[in-house]
């Protein structure tokens, strides 16, 4: 199975004029296509900042991290936005919606960043079918602050997928959503890793931890259990 | 309790301007500054149109002004001729009231050191009409009146202060001018107020009796020439009948005329009219223009630093939302809210009156000191109850629209809800139609200010640069006076002015010298006739010596200089410049030919080439012929830059005769930066005002485009976070400025257009071949500044991990 990201002996310090903060100590990690992982762990534990790291949203103070075989350790920032773009799908707690644009142009705008020029038409396509895919082709003239928060984290999602990213990063998805809203969520997310989708998942909660596949619990930036994966199982 | 609950808003709001120094810093060095210009210049609109000239009846006062047109229809001069200012004075009618000035420079040889002052002679009347009041003493007397040679003084109290210590026996005293001694009949009281009919800013120190003036002990009065010493104030109690008055006037003064010149074809034909204007209108012609610039420029200085503190004052709103939440939450009406802002904003804004205040007096000081001479009554600037009562009604103003502003920003229903919601996205912002019209405002101003300006900067600039024809440098005007001109036979005179220049000769610092008067202290318009054809002109005339030409190194074309023996015999030959010659002669040659003047038929024997002086719009004809050595002004050339001395050159004067005093001695760079001041002046008030206006333009850009990408950043994270490169974030930032540059762009040519419009006249002249390099400047200029003010906010968040963008949301 293809090897997505890998990560060796990862650490990232926090540093003060008082204080250097250990986030993540020695952190290694492998993910490989299709693969459902969540991070788990207490509060501060460093997961937040783990998948900062592994979306390129934040860089290693050590260590070696690679996406697809490339070493994507000490990339410039604009390279780095490129690899986010193409490979990285991002759903965060607060949906990060932008309320001045539609749900279909918040949807197509990792499109309208790629470096393939697309075509109207071509956007039109992709959008609508990941809207189709999360059940929102409906809503895409709204406005995210017109939709339900279990609705705007949809339309978080079928952003993420649009330009077909190699792994989804997910940062406690149902954080901000009700308990029916945030089972819906997992529901489409579980549904989206059937169908083939690499999902890597940061959540406080255990009963959705245990939807994934694959656990990695971290205490004080530090593996603390984390069983084999599919491909070195 | 109303008193309770304002005392307790009036100290939370202290306590908040306390917790926030830099922002009420900020505020405050901004209001004063900016609102303290504008109150300068706002009080000299107010001086201009609404306060009366401090003079009784001075609705009923005008400035008598005779125009002269020779039979070409060529423009003489403007002013009055010494004979016709006396005859006026002598035939006017009983229901209208005249009184006559001699405005001069004098030495007071009388006291330990001689001391030139600005002098006046004047008949009784001038102070009557005036109104003027005295400290000791009085107004000259019937008896001290024209034609009785009657002598007297009265002084300033400027001059009685510095000069006589303030001394209560000062009427025992008496000044000597030119040989005459002038008993001290009346100290002015320190309140007077001289009308600026000769000079802005000119402050007379010694008046005396008319018949002492220099023009009736020196004979030189000529009904054809203007007389810029002279000038006629009248009071008419019918004001109705003002043209009337005028027409009398006209008729009077062409019976002199013709009588004059009954023998005189050619002065029949010239045309001489009397017109009557209004005082205060004399004093401010040509200076309106000047004043509403200033006034402009201030305004539109004091709008920009306003939009600025407006963006201030919302962010500041915007920081304050969760405390007036709170409120709102308690039980605060809509009314308490405002009354909140009210007061907080109120506090800051009245902590800045005696600052504005302070910066006005500052101003008026400034005003005084270095523009004295070009702004009408600069003198009666003073901080006053107007100062007071405008600064308060713009502060209140003020503070009502800023507090309107802001709590439009808050909506109440909004405001309750604050606090129940999870904060994320539902904080209050500043919509994206204000932030425009803030930045729109921001650049219409700016760029009109700064095209203007800059219009401005490089008309005085080119002024400056123009060459002149002559170089000044190492040249210096010596001017003596006679201590008792009136028992110097004229050959002594001449005698002595020779010894005298021959002695300068002898200095060791001077490398020549040249019995003449510099070309930028004066010339005098004199009617000259071409005999072959009959024709008549009215060139500008210089008397001068043989030196004169080599001193300036004023080239020839054509013919000679003038030979020592022709002006030591006076002969009766002339040089003409260029212009005159081609007048005289368009096809040929001017050399040779025969001119009438002053009676005499005058050979030219030179043709110069002509100087382009400062302010000269084209180059006048202009002649010059021998001087017969009556007129005590010397030219000298240093050798080296130093400067002369004074006591020097008194020491060489009073070595050949002790019957002189030194009137002035100043370099002419110095004449020529007086002929260049109003073009020195705008080039450091529109450079200044240029530089302020961009610093503000910048810091007020900065501050609304900082602010609103700090509200964008929540955006700004997302979009980076799904792959968005710094370009992308930097094109969609500079694109939503786009619209407010451009309606600001086009704002300002509106505005431009419109001030074009309404100062056409004074402004068109601005427009040229290079208008559209400074719209080119002004327009890359404010681009610049917009896209600076783009990209400087959001720097920050392009060049570091995108997570401390995103980590302030989830946080």
Request: proline fraction near 4%; include cysteine.
């Amino acid at each position: 199975m293809n090897e997505i990201l890998k990560l060796e002996q990862i650490t990232k310090v926090f540093e003060t004029e008082e204080l250097e903060t250990h986030a993540l100590s020695g952190i290694s990690l492998s993910i490989h296509q299709g693969e459902y992982v969540s991070i788990s762990g207490p509060s501060g534990c460093g997961k937040s900042t783990l998948l900062s790291i592994m979306g390129l949203l934040d860089f290693a103070t050590s260590g070696k991290y690679f996406i697809e075989g490339h070493d994507v350790t000490s990339l410039t920032l604009n390279q780095a936005a490129k690899v986010r773009n193409e490979k990285i799908g991002f759903i965060f707690q607060s949906f990060n919606l932008i309320d001045e644009l539609s749900v279909f142009d918040n949807v197509a705008l990792p499109l309208r960043y790629h470096s393939q020029k697309f075509s109207n038409q071509e956007i039109e396509q992709r959008v609508l079918a990941r809207l189709e895919q999360v059940g929102l082709s409906h809503r895409i003239s709204h406005k995210p602050n017109q939709l339900s928060g279990g609705q705007q984290q949809r339309v978080a999602i079928a952003r993420a997928l649009v330009a077909n990213p190699s792994i989804l990063l997910v940062d406690e998805p149902t954080g901000n959503l009700d308990s029916k809203a945030g089972d819906q969520v997992m529901d489409l997310l579980e549904e989206l890793n059937k169908q083939g989708t690499t999902i890597c998942m940061v959540t406080h909660d255990p009963r959705y931890a245990d939807m994934a596949r694959i656990k990695v619990q971290l205490l004080d930036g530090k593996v603390l259990h984390a069983p084999l994966t599919k491909a070195t199982a | 309790m109303a008193l309770t609950s304002q005392g307790y808003q009036l100290k939370q709001a202290w306590q908040a301007i306390k917790r926030h120094p830099m922002f009420s810093v900020n505020v405050i060095a901004t209001i004063a500054i900016t609102l303290g210009a504008l109150l300068c210049a706002t009080t000299l609109i107010y001086l201009m149109l609404v306060k009366p000239l401090p003079y009784p009846d001075m609705d009923n006062l005008y400035v008598a002004k005779q125009s002269m047109m020779d039979q070409e229809g060529g423009f003489v001069g403007e002013g009055f001729s010494y004979p016709a200012a006396k005859h006026l004075y002598k035939q006017h009618d009983k229901n209208v009231e005249v009184a006559l000035s001699y405005l001069t420079t004098d030495v007071i040889t009388s006291l330990s050191e001689p001391v030139t002052i600005d002098s006046g002679y004047i008949t009784p009347e001038w102070f009557i009409l005036l109104g003027a009041e005295f400290t000791l003493g009085h107004n000259f007397t019937v008896q001290q009146n024209m034609d009785n040679f009657s002598p007297g003084a009265i002084i300033s109290h400027q001059l009685w202060q510095e000069q006589f210590s303030g001394e209560q026996n000062i009427l025992s005293k008496s000044i000597d001018i030119r040989g005459v001694s002038h008993p001290i009949v009346g100290v002015l009281a320190a309140s007077f107020v001289e009308p600026e009919v000769k000079n802005l800013g000119r402050k007379t120190q010694l008046w005396l009796t008319w018949d002492y003036n220099w023009t009736e002990q020196m004979a030189w009065g000529d009904l054809s020439s203007i007389d810029g010493a002279v000038n006629v104030l009248i009071k008419t109690d019918d004001k109705a009948n003002i043209k009337r008055l005028e027409n009398q006037l006209n008729r009077q003064q062409s019976d002199l005329w013709q009588q004059e010149f009954a023998n005189h074809v050619n002065f029949q034909h010239w045309q001489i009219s009397v017109a009557l204007v209004e005082l205060s209108n004399e004093i401010y012609q040509g200076q309106t223009e000047l004043i509403y610039y200033v006034f402009f420029a201030c305004l539109g200085i004091f709008l920009i630093a306003m939009t600025n503190i407006t963006n201030l004052f919302m962010s500041r709103t915007v920081e304050q939302q969760r405390n007036l939440a709170i409120h709102a939450a308690i039980g605060a009406n809509k009314f308490k809210v405002f009354s909140l802002l009210f007061s907080e904003y109120g506090l800051l804004l009245f902590i800045s009156l005696p600052f504005v205040l302070a910066i006005a007096y500052l101003g008026f000081y400034l005003l005084q000191q270095y523009l004295g001479s070009v702004l009408p009554r600069a003198n009666e600037l003073t901080l006053s109850w107007f100062s007071f009562g405008f600064s308060f009604c713009v502060l209140l103003t003020l503070n009502t629209l800023f507090t309107y502003i802001c709590r439009q920003l808050v909506p109440y229903h909004q405001l309750r809800n604050t606090l129940s919601q999870s904060g994320k996205g539902s904080g209050i912002q500043i919509k994206a139609s204000i932030r425009t019209s803030l930045i729109a405002t921001q650049i219409t101003i700016a760029a009109t200010l700064i095209f203007i300006n800059l219009a401005m900067f490089n008309q005085a600039y080119r002024t400056i640069k123009q060459p002149i024809g002559i170089s000044v440098d190492n040249l210096w005007q010596l001017r003596l006076a006679e201590t008792n001109p009136t028992q110097t036979a004229p050959e002594a005179l001449r005698n002595d002015l020779i010894n005298i220049n021959n002695a300068l000769n002898q200095h060791p610092e001077i490398a020549k010298s040249t019995i003449s008067l510099s070309p930028l202290i004066w010339f005098g318009n004199y009617p000259l006739l071409d005999v072959e054809h009959n024709k008549q002109y009215t060139p500008q005339v210089k008397l001068v010596d043989d030196g004169y030409f080599p001193m300036l190194s004023q080239s020839f074309i054509a013919g000679d200089n003038f030979t020592e023996q022709q002006i030591l015999d006076s002969e009766w030959v002339m040089i003409i410049n260029e212009k005159l010659a081609s007048l005289l002669a368009p096809a040929g040659n001017a050399l040779d030919k025969k001119v009438r003047f002053w009676g005499r038929d005058y050979r030219i024997i030179g043709i110069v080439q002509g100087l382009h002086l400062p302010n000269d719009r084209e180059m006048p004809p202009r002649a010059y012929v021998p001087d017969k050595r009556k007129r005590a002004n010397i030219m000298l050339k240093t050798k080296t830059d130093n400067p002369m001395k004074k006591a020097d050159l008194l020491q060489v004067v009073r070595s050949v005769s002790s019957n002189y005093t030194i009137r002035a001695v100043a370099p002419m760079i110095d004449d020529k930066n007086r002929l260049l001041f109003i073009q020195y002046t705008t080039l450091a008030v529109t450079g200044g005002l240029t530089i302020l206006t961009l610093f503000l333009a910048i810091i007020g850009l900065y501050g609304i485009l900082s602010y609103s990408s700090q509200l964008r950043r929540y955006e700004i994270g997302t979009r980076l976070a799904i792959g968005a490169k710094s370009g992308d974030i930097l094109s969609m930032i500079f694109k939503d400025s786009v619209n407010a540059l451009l309606i600001g762009l086009v704002g300002s040519v509106l505005a431009s257009s419109l001030l074009f419009l309404m100062f056409s006249e004074q402004l068109n002249q601005l427009i040229n071949t290079h208008t559209i390099v400074w719209v080119a400047a002004t327009a890359t200029t404010v681009t610049g500044i917009t896209l600076l003010g783009c990209y400087l906010p959001i720097r920050k968040y392009l060049s570091n991990p995108v997570i401390k963008c995103l980590r302030a949301i989830e946080e």
